[in-house]
């Protein structure tokens, strides 16, 4: 009988359904799109938590486009890897505005050298500041191409990928000068009229391949290519608090991965 009653208010109970929460949704325009946004919830910022003081870079930025896919509330929900990498830190930033407000605490340590006990050492006084989410832009290099002429006669065309989340995932901390750093990013090799695209060859002999890049070329891609990247820019006045050092400049941040919650 005590079992009888017990399943009887179990199944009236879950007949119960909690209401869904209504969120005021943003719109905000990132470059020439609109996007459609919602803010952090108890989840989402769960989620940013958990990797909080995590070091690794990919870690940060993985959960970063899960909270831009899980806040998004538009067509490109789900779809935050295919959207360029610095639309996609841009949206971050406008969500972390929109959910917690447009400053950011944050500690800065001064690494001006300074004489201590007659010796050079790094001065390394923290100090704590306000960043003022406002004044984040988007920076746009004029000179950034994702398409080099090899020899100089147009018949050999290299094409290297567009920066999206996803490529930006794979990002190789290894030099990107070198000849593995640059295969990583090749999307396609067009010889007079026949394309190869990168994933039609092996890693091995596309690494081959970019070792024969002239000096000037690779030169060229470091500079507008890796060096021309869009991203994001702020620049914060930094005066030390230490007596003994008193150094003055300004610090710039052109990743969230720089100040991240």
């Known amino acids: 009988y005590v079992n009888s009653v017990l399943t009887n208010q179990f199944a009236a109970r879950s007949f119960k359904v909690l209401p869904s929460i209504p969120y005021q949704k943003t719109t905000k325009k990132i470059g020439f799109k609109n996007f459609t946004l919602r803010p952090f919830n108890v989840a989402t910022e769960n989620m940013l938590l958990l990797i909080k003081d995590s070091q690794d870079p990919k870690e940060i930025f993985s959960a970063i486009l899960q909270v831009v896919d899980d806040c998004l ?124 695209a990168a994933d039609e060859i092996s890693l091995e002999e596309l690494v081959s391949w970019c070792g024969t890049i002239p000096s000037s070329v690779k030169l060229q891609i470091a500079k507008d290519y890796f060096g021309a990247l869009p991203h994001i820019f702020l620049s914060v006045p930094f005066e030390c608090s230490n007596p003994a050092c008193g150094c003055k400049q300004e610090i710039t941040f052109d990743t969230v991965l720089d100040f991240f919650i």
């Open 73 to 196: 509330e538009d067509e490109n929900k789900g779809q935050a890897r295919k959207l360029h990498a610095h639309v996609v830190e841009m949206l971050f930033i406008e969500l972390r505005k929109i959910s917690n407000g447009t400053t950011l605490p944050l500690s800065l340590v001064c690494n001006k050298p300074i004489i201590k006990d007659g010796e050079e050492v790094q001065c390394g006084t923290q100090s704590k500041h306000e960043l003022n989410l406002e004044k984040v832009i988007l920076v746009e290099p004029d000179n950034y191409r994702s398409v080099f002429d090899v020899v100089g006669d147009n018949s050999i065309i290299l094409k290297m990928k567009e920066m999206t989340a996803e490529n930006f995932l794979s990002f190789s901390s290894k030099d990107k000068t070198t000849a593995e750093g640059i295969a990583g990013y090749v999307e396609s090799v067009t010889y007079q009229d026949t394309v190869t």
